[in-house]
């Protein structure tokens, strides 16, 4: 792209007018105009702001302008505009600018994890982790796209050559949430890119900071004027959600948040018949069977239950643990949990930051209180933590019979711990929930290890770790948990779509 200093001094201006609330060795990723709509910062036509408050001391940290449903119909049209010589470039083109995104959001990353840090709240540590597997969609995709070969088939008629074309699909609109402000955009992003699409998104308005310092990153790498774009909204968010779902010009919505909107947005989509790619919900089993090696059973729970104070679609909600190992399990969880430290993610040690507002406090505390009125024991935790920002003590129930967690992701730090005796019995119970994206098992049995990966219906399982997603491999889900991949081989063909072409005469 072409350099727009006086736009870059403008923007400078203001961040400085405003104040960015962090410290950042490149302020310039610190955006508060407004939304990305064809290589500009904007405010739209909107009028008014949003708040976006820091969780970890529930203070504002800034506000952006509420965009509308015209701004998010110019962002659709100037996309349109650019896929015309986007949908050209060569797939080397793309890698390259690709390898660039990755290149720059690897040399900010300590900002991008500031960001992450003051929006979400999540520890820095996780921030910076987040920014490395975010990069890591797109030097991935650089490298894939190039090999992304189509197919000469063999023809049943004489004289006609078949062969395949994968052409990007269009314009197409992504909707992410708030966990992993950056990651969640970059593993569809880089995809949508890759396969030679245009973009428009639009950002969570809990943490739109990181969506913004993504499209300045974008630009800096230069990706073409409409190639990506962003809206802001919070009050707004239904009727932009809507205009995306039923605007004909969008053929694919990719959105990753929960089932329920995931329903909503599908319901406003068949109107177009969009393609869909849905990362929706999880209420992930994780069983420890009595012949797992305890201390890797621990921490895997520890990271898969506990990393984001909870708030993971992947993380382990319901924890089964066999009879015969139960009590050292949960004695070694307990005293592994009462080690953490909780606090606000910016600051040094800290392994556990808040939650992301005050509803999803209560909605811990309901879980709790929930299951201890069915008889189950609080080991450690079961209280919000009284400070300023939305704290939740890091919590592990033991003796969960029944109760509202089977059907419902807490979304918190709160460990239940369910007794059961047999391999079927935990299958059952694992398998008894209208959505499947992870799975986790601890055993030493290899044997086990087959029967219970393909008797598991989601689309990921964990064996023998807590941590299951890279750029290289199929992450979705199953059933509830919506269809689709990101990552991976997979994930790229659901950016594409397949044109076959029959050459006859020959
Ligand atoms: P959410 O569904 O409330 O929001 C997700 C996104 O959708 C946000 O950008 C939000 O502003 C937007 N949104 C909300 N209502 C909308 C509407 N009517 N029209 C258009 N957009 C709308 O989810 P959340 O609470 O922010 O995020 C947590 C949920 O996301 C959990 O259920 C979690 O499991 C899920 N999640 C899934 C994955 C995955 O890969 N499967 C990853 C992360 C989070």
Redesign the pocket.
């Known amino acids: 792209t072409t350099p727009r200093p006086a736009l870059l001094a403008s923007r400078m201006a203001s961040t400085q007018a405003s104040g960015a609330p962090i410290k950042l060795n490149n302020p310039s990723l610190w955006i508060t105009e407004g939304g990305f709509i064809n290589g500009k910062f904007t405010k739209g036509t909107g009028n008014g702001t949003f708040d976006v408050i820091n969780p970890g001391n529930g203070q504002v940290l800034g506000s952006l302008p509420e965009m509308t449903v015209d701004d998010t119909r110019q962002a659709i049209q100037h996309a349109k505009e650019a896929l015309k010589s986007w949908r050209k470039t060569t797939e080397y083109e793309r890698a390259a600018i690709l390898q660039k995104i990755f290149q720059l959001q690897m040399d900010n990353a300590e900002d991008l994890a500031q960001i992450i840090t003051a929006e979400n709240g999540k520890p820095l540590a996780d921030a910076r982790g987040e920014i490395s597997y975010g990069g890591s969609y797109f030097s991935w995709y650089a490298g894939e796209v190039v090999r992304n070969y189509g197919d000469v088939i063999p023809s049943l008629v004489k004289g006609v050559q078949n062969t395949t074309l994968k052409q990007p699909i269009g314009v197409c609109a992504i ?6 402000p950056n990651a ?1 955009v970059t ?1 569809k992003l880089a995809a949508a890119l890759a396969a030679g699409n245009t973009v428009v998104l ?5 943490t739109p900071f990181s969506a913004l310092a993504m499209a300045e990153i974008l630009r800096q790498a230069g990706v073409p004027d409409g190639v990506f774009n962003v809206v802001l ?2 009050k707004n ?6 205009e ?2 039923e605007n004909p010009t969008v053929h694919k919505l990719s ?8 329903k ?2 599908m319901q ?1 989509a068949s109107g177009t018949l969009k393609k869909l790619s ?5 209420n992930a089993p994780f069983i420890v069977f009595d012949d797992a090696d305890l201390d890797k059973a621990v921490a895997g729970a520890v990271a898969c239950k506990f990393r984001s104070s909870g ?4 993380c382990g909600n319901r924890l089964l643990v066999q009879d015969g190992i139960y009590d050292k399990f949960a004695a070694k969880l307990v005293e592994a949990v009462k080690n953490f430290k909780v606090g606000q993610g910016a600051e040094d040690g800290i392994t556990h930051g808040p939650l ?1 507002h005050t509803a999803a406090v209560k909605k811990v505390q309901e879980h709790v209180d929930d299951a201890v009125s069915r008889g189950a024991k609080v080991l450690v935790g079961g209280k919000k933590i009284d400070v300023p920002g939305y704290f939740y003590e890091p919590t592990v129930l033991g003796d969960v019979t029944e109760c509202a967690i089977d059907n419902e ?1 807490t ?1 918190g730090p709160l460990a239940p711990l369910y007794r059961f005796k047999t391999e079927e019995e935990a299958i059952e119970r694992a398998n008894d929930t209208e959505v499947g ?1 992870a799975g986790y098992f601890f055993t030493e049995n290899i044997a086990r290890v087959h029967r219970v990966s393909a008797a598991l219906e989601v689309g990921m399982v964990g064996v023998n770790t807590g941590l299951i997603s890279q750029a290289g491999v199929p ?3 199953v059933k509830e ?2 269809f689709g991949r ?1 990552g991976s081989k997979y994930g790229l063909q659901d950016w594409q779509q397949i044109k076959l072409v029959a050459l006859g005469g020959l």
């Open positions: 909707i992410t949430p708030w966990n992993f969640m593993r639009k950002a969570p308005s809990e909204t919070e968010t239904p009727a932009i959600g809507k995306l779902c959105f990753t948040g929960s089932t329920r909107v995931g909503i947005l406003q849905f990362e929706l919900g999880g708030q993971t679609c992947v992301i992701e979304f994206l992450f979705g889900g948990s919506g990101e």
